[in-house]
């Protein structure tokens, strides 16, 4: 499953930069200059997009944060669909993205991923990317067995 993202550093406000200390995470790639977002960092964070607003949130709960929410970063759509995250309520998000990495590949990504967005018994905003079975070419490039749910492409 996608375990980074990279995001151009001009899709970033410069207000969300400073408060978050995005610098840190700032990468070059091509004489570019990106932010990546991997969760095996310490405190994995991914940027989200709801109700028109850029946001820095927690990804996942793989440190244990939270006793109830699951210790992962992804969930599967059909979890997703068929009401498996129901009783926290979800709310569907957008994470904007440039490149997703798996397996130590990085790929292209045009729009983003899909993502959910839930409370931890705290009140404190938790993403989840949500994943599906990977396709014949994902898994050729990746080796991997699921792929991210991208916004209006299919690889």
């Known amino acids: 499953m996608c375990v980074g993202i990279a995001l151009a ?3 970033l406000p410069t207000d969300l930069i400073g408060r978050h ?3 840190r995470r700032a990468h070059e790639r091509g004489g570019e ?3 990546q977002f991997l969760f095996r960092d310490r405190d994995p964070r991914l940027p989200i ?5 850029l946001q820095i949130v927690r990804w996942g709960n793989a440190r244990g944060r939270s006793r109830f929410l699951p210790r992962t970063g992804w969930t ?8 498996g995250w129901r009783h926290v309520e979800p709310v569907l998000v957008d994470i904007p993205a440039t ?5 130590g590949v990085w790929f292209r990504i045009r729009q983003g991923v899909r993502g959910i967005l839930v409370p ?9 990317m949500i994943c599906e079975p990977a396709t014949h070419y994902y898994h050729i490039m990746t080796r991997s067995q699921r792929m991210p749910v991208l916004i209006g492409e299919h690889i």
């Open 9 to 11: 550093w001009s899709e």
């Open 21 to 23: 200390r995005l610098e």
């Open 33 to 35: 200059r990106e932010v």
């Open 49 to 53: 997009w709801r109700d028109g607003r």
């Open 76 to 83: 599967w759509r059909e979890t997703v669909e068929s009401g």
């Open 99 to 103: 490149l997703g990495l798996e397996q």
């Open 120 to 128: 931890d018994e705290r009140g404190f905003a938790v993403a989840y």
